[in-house]
């Protein structure tokens, strides 16, 4: 009788989404003014977010085409957004046809919005889920028909740690989801940190405050708290590092300095 | 490809480095920069084409500017770099050798055509992308609502067809919404519900703090409560239920609705209300039970300080009689017409009566004045059963014994204030009934000493607490010793040596007689045995026989002919060794279902002796009925005897007795001989065998032994 977790009381459009802001700061239009305006807020303090983001997705491109790489043929990515361009399953279908991958958000826009852009896509799929409810992801009807428990999967957990509170537990939630892959499997994460940014503490802080205000905290944190995601997980080098120093592809030097700002890491299970 | 150095693919590629390096930085494509300029490089090749084709076409440079949005470079800053990247370096890099003014007049169109080309294709993919997102979260409203609208559809199947009523009102008790239950509960009308106030529930039952409850509730300080709480029902019926209420908060926590769950327990209550009766009342007079009322005692008695308490324990004399004789569906009748009499003595406010069972009744009072109430309540009570109770024609006169407990509360026990009231009666009832007597502690210590020892004579008995002594019988003839008398003697642990008058009657009142009756016959028998083993089986004038007292309770016993039979088979003895002592007021009025077990004992050879004869109505024309060998007379009849001259009348009256005894072929037995001119007399007076202190006092065994023997030598 209770309603599931992922299911809001309504849709409300007139309440930003971090999943739309997220799209509006990669120059997508996947979204509405109330997101733009809580975008521009927060970009009134920190003018380069948009380079933080594009520095996600291109980490995430390269760890996806790391795994790849490995031999992973399975994706699940937790916190998935408004699918733009550079998606998991575009990289990874590119880089080994076949790959199966599956999107988890808990917004229901997104996921109607995942739900079009995957139409005709037999190898990826989206769950409606919340990252703090593990089981649910894990016993979706999705993660059955696609992935393989039994064999190594690549976890995605980009840029999406840093909105679940501590009162949420997200060390329990991760850990969770790693007793569930097998041998082998990576863990690909992002995270949001003050240590980075190329801003005083105080204007940072002030981004911050514009998501407590839409009611999607931003929690910083710093490296070694960050660092504990990955116990259990031997790190891939070159580390936990930021964005644009895990396994560049051009020159670090020439990244936006906001790039720096939080940090990035590949760890793979014993 | 590869470009021969400063040849035309050589150029075109490092415009498109240039492009790409001024490009790049406002860009959100996740490639790297050598990514996003090979796919710049196709755009250059288009342009460069465009820019030296014969037959110019601005449709190239608008399909590029469309083609820079494809590769997510939909910052307007994008194009502003780009056209400047064109403007400065296309004609340079790409011109070849070609007119200077017509290049640059062609470079300039293709920047509006790629502009327009940009703008047009922004426009499209930002509204394809608006289209997408509004569509989305339609969709995700859509299945939002559909997964609402199913919980919703359960929600209220659960609110319709729950079996417990629901109701939600607002805070000022306004009620919204109900359901069928709670409609049918109320009666089923709708507007008895609907549209009311919560508040104009009250009801003259509700417990002090249901609506103190309430008002914590709707202030938001409490979250739940839970009654029981009556409501009347349109009909002027009351509905009883289990309520429970709770506070609904909207999502920021605030007070919004109040949610009531409502049982009904009105038939439940009923029955509680029935059965408690049931438990509490007495189902033939209606009155308050025993349980009641010791209830109301143990309240009376844990009263403050300064309240007391009066109680009159009521029995009727006779009633068992009435019952007998009248049967016992009159005597039920009698005990309702008591009873409603007894009702109408106790009205005032802490006054009641009860029936604890028979004919027993008992009547409270309390308050601070019981001293004079109580009186007043006994005397009203016998006054009440004054007037004759008619049953099947017959006017019956009632009377009652009545004891009196009064006193301050707490100081006794309800156990120990009943007792006392018993006590009491029972006192009222030996000074000849139809009376009240008021507690005394003095009477009360020695009925209280009966009462220990009653309920310690059955221990006793398991203990062998019990001993016999014997009292010689002695042949007035020539002195010899015949048998004796066996005498039951308790050693109680705290008294000493008790006497049969001191317990008996208790055991015949707890019904230990027959079991103890039983030990001291066997014990008796035994002794009997062991006297003959020492003297041969015979003395010269017979079996040295031993005499038993058989209570009435013995006497009704069903077991009494097996047990001797029994008894003296074990052990050998011989039927005529033993002689039965029974009273004769125990065999006054007795029928032949009585008497039967004593013949088929004296058909055996057991002899039967009527102790105390000439004590109660001595039935002359009875005697010859009855199975009876031995008249055992009174010592009334001897006492006079102890002087000398004796009493000529007593004189008369034994020697007719024992002339009548004799004529009847009975023996005659007298009892307490205490002097030898006594038994002299009574020798001479025709007295058969005689007993007392002249010859000895009861003694242990080995005395008659002793006794046998001087009477053997002697």
Redesign the interface.
């Known amino acids: 009788?209770e309603?599931?977790a992922w299911?809001?009381?309504?849709?409300d459009?007139t309440v930003p989404s971090v999943s739309?802001i997220y799209d509006y700061?990669?120059?997508?239009?996947?979204?509405?003014e109330v997101d733009r305006e809580a975008a521009r807020k927060a970009m009134e303090f920190m003018p380069g977010l948009?380079k933080i983001?594009?520095a996600n997705?291109?980490f995430?491109?390269r760890a996806v085409r790391f795994a790849a790489g490995e031999g992973i043929t399975q994706f699940l990515d937790i916190g998935s957004g408004?699918p733009t361009?550079?998606n998991v399953h575009e990289v990874a279908q590119a880089a080994r046809p076949g790959t199966r991958v599956v999107y988890v958000d808990h917004d229901?826009?997104?996921?109607?919005?995942s739900?079009?852009v995957l139409a005709g896509n037999e190898d990826a799929d989206v769950v409606a889920a919340d990252l703090r409810k593990p089981q649910e992801i894990l016993s979706s009807h999705q993660v059955e028909r696609l992935i393989d428990l039994n064999r190594p999967v690549a976890l995605l957990l980009v840029a999406i740690l840093h909105f679940v509170e501590d009162a949420d537990d997200p060390y329990a939630a991760v850990a969770e989801l790693s007793d569930a892959l097998a041998p082998g499997s990576l863990l690909i994460l992002t995270h949001a940190s003050y240590e980075g940014i190329p801003l005083s503490p105080e204007r940072a802080e002030g981004a911050v405050d514009v998501y407590k205000d839409i009611r999607n905290p931003l929690i910083m944190r710093s490296r070694e708290e960050i660092a504990r995601f990955f116990e259990g997980y031997d790190m891939v080098e070159p580390g936990l590092v930021p964005m644009p120093r895990w396994r560049p592809?051009?020159a670090p030097e020439?990244e936006?300095p906001y790039a720096f700002s939080g940090f990035a890491g590949v760890g793979r299970t014993a | 490809m590869t470009a021969e150095p400063d040849g035309p693919e050589d150029r075109l590629r490092r415009f498109a480095t240039i492009w790409s390096r001024a490009v790049f930085p406002v860009t959100s494509t996740s490639l790297t920069r050598p990514e996003f300029e090979e796919q710049l490089l196709p755009l250059a090749r288009r342009l460069s084409g465009a820019l030296r084709t014969r037959s110019f076409d601005a449709d190239e440079a608008k399909a590029v500017g469309a083609a820079l949005i494809g590769a997510h470079c939909t910052d307007p800053e994008a194009l502003t770099r780009t056209l400047d990247c064109v403007d400065a370096y296309l004609v340079l890099y790409c011109g070849e050798d070609g007119p200077q003014e017509e290049l640059r007049m062609r470079s300039s169109r293709l920047q509006h055509a790629m502009a327009a080309g940009f703008a047009q294709a922004l426009r499209e993919r930002t509204l394809g992308e608006q289209e997408a997102i509004a569509q989305a979260a339609l969709r995700a409203q859509g299945v939002v609502a559909q997964a609402l609208h199913a919980t919703e559809a359960r929600f209220r199947a659960v609110f319709e067809g729950a079996a417990i009523g629901i109701g939600i009102a607002d805070l000022d008790g306004n009620v919204l919404q109900v359901n069928g239950a709670l409609l049918r509960m109320f009666g089923g009308s709708e507007q008895s519900v609907r549209g009311r106030n919560v508040m104009e529930w009250t009801h003259p039952e509700d417990a002090p703090q249901t609506w103190r409850l309430y008002d914590e509730l709707v202030r938001g300080d409490r979250d739940h409560y839970h009654v029981e709480k009556a409501f009347n029902r349109p009909d002027g019926t009351v509905l009883w239920t289990n309520l429970t209420v709770s506070l609904l908060r909207d999502a920021d926590g605030n007070p919004q609705y109040q949610l009531a769950l409502m049982e009904d327990t009105t038939e439940r209550r009923l029955l509680n209300l029935r059965l408690r009766y049931e438990a509490t009342h007495d189902a033939l007079t209606g009155l308050p039970n025993r349980t009641l009322f010791f209830e109301r005692l143990e309240k009376a008695l844990n009263a403050a300080e300064g309240q007391r308490f009066g109680l009159c324990y009521l029995d009727l004399d006779g009633f068992k009689t009435i019952n007998d004789s009248l049967g016992h569906a009159a005597g039920d009748r009698l005990l309702v017409e008591v009873a409603d009499r007894l009702q109408s003595c106790a009205t005032a406010p802490g006054e009641m009566v009860a029936r604890l069972g028979g004919d027993e009744f008992v009547a409270l009072t309390t308050g601070p004045a019981t001293e004079s109430e109580v009186d007043d309540l006994a005397e009203r009570i016998m006054n009440a059963l004054v007037t004759p109770i008619r049953i099947d024609g017959r006017e019956l006169l009632v009377r009652g014994s009545i004891g009196i407990v009064e006193g301050p509360a707490g100081e006794r026990t309800p156990a120990e204030v009943l007792r006392s009231a018993d006590i009491t009666m029972y006192r009222a009832k030996s000074a000849g009934g139809n009376r009240s007597e008021l507690a005394d502690p003095e009477a009360d210590a020695r009925a209280i000493t009966r009462h220990g020892l009653t309920t310690a004579l059955p221990a006793a008995l398991d203990r062998g607490e019990f001993f016999i002594e014997y009292q010689p019988l002695v042949h007035l003839g020539d002195g010899s010793v015949r048998g004796a008398e066996a005498l039951v003697r308790w050693l109680h642990p705290q008294h000493g040596v008790l006497g049969p008058d001191r317990f008996i009657p208790l055991a015949e009142h707890t019904g230990l007689i027959v079991p103890l009756g039983r030990w001291v016959l066997e014990e008796s028998v035994r002794q009997a045995r062991e006297w003959r083993e020492r003297h041969g089986e015979q003395t010269d004038s017979g079996p040295l026989r031993i005499n038993v007292n058989l209570s009435p309770c013995q006497l009704t016993h069903p077991g009494l002919v097996q047990d001797t039979v029994d008894i003296l088979e074990r052990l050998g003895v011989q039927p005529d060794s033993l002689c039965l002592e029974v009273t004769e007021s125990a065999l006054i009025g007795a029928d032949d279902d009585l008497l039967k077990p004593l013949r088929r004992l004296a058909e055996m050879g057991v002899d039967i002796a009527l102790d105390d004869f000439g004590t109660g109505y001595s039935n002359l024309a009875n005697l010859r009925r009855l199975p009876v060998s031995i008249l055992k007379l009174d010592r009334s009849f001897t006492q006079s005897m102890q002087q000398f001259p004796a009493d000529p009348v007593d004189l008369k009256i034994v020697e007719g007795i024992v002339s009548l005894a004799h004529s009847l072929d009975l023996a005659v037995t007298v009892e307490g001989v205490e002097t030898g001119a006594q038994a002299e007399q009574l020798r001479i007076l025709g007295c058969d065998t005689a007993q007392g202190w002249y010859y000895a006092r009861p003694g242990p065994p080995e005395r008659l032994h002793d006794l046998a023997l001087v009477d053997a030598t002697g």
Not at chain 1, 25 to 32: A, C, I, Q, R, V
């Open positions: 009788m309603r599931p299911a809001p009381r309504s849709i459009i739309r700061y990669l120059g997508g239009s996947h979204n509405f948009p983001m594009q997705r291109a995430m491109r408004i361009f550079g229901p826009v997104a996921v109607a919005h739900h079009a592809e051009s020439d936006d």
